[in-house]
Nanobody, 116 residues
Framework: QVQLVQSGGGLVQAGESLTLACVAS????????VAWYRQGTGSQRDLVAR???????EYSDAVKGRFTISKDDAKSTVYLQMNGLKPEDTDTYYC??????????WGQGTQVTVSS
């Protein structure tokens, strides 16, 4: 079992930046994929950004050019740098780890609120 503990988030004004962090309780393995999703109340959980097991970086069209996903294997930590935040980025953000074995884990969720 892997625990994912998120930090960051909060209330910011439009145009400002935030960084989310997600620390895993065990090391990342080769071919694991990590990702950030977001979910609004009553909505489905949508992919924001992902680093695939093959090392490819993927972003949703809504955040491309503004958000950057990265990971530090030595710290077992995944980051989401969010620049140029917009009110429509307001959501609960979740980190996600998908082991190469197929097991997957979610963080506890972090609220991001962007005021106009």
């Amino acid at each position: 079992q892997v625990q994912l503990v998120q930090s960051g988030g909060g209330l910011v004004q439009a145009g400002e930046s935030l960084t989310l962090a997600c620390v895993a309780s065990s090391r990342f393995n080769a071919f694991d994929s990590v990702a950030w999703y977001r979910q609004g109340t009553g909505s489905q959980r949508d992919l924001v950004a992902r680093i695939t097991g093959g090392g490819r970086f993927e972003y949703s069209d809504a955040v491309k050019g503004r958000f950057t996903i990265s990971k530090d294997d030595a710290k077992s930590t995944v980051y989401l740098q969010m620049n140029g935040l917009k009110p429509e980025d307001t959501d609960t953000y979740y980190c996600y780890l998908n082991r190469w074995s197929g097991a997957f884990y979610w963080g506890q969720g972090t609220q991001v609120t962007v005021s106009s």
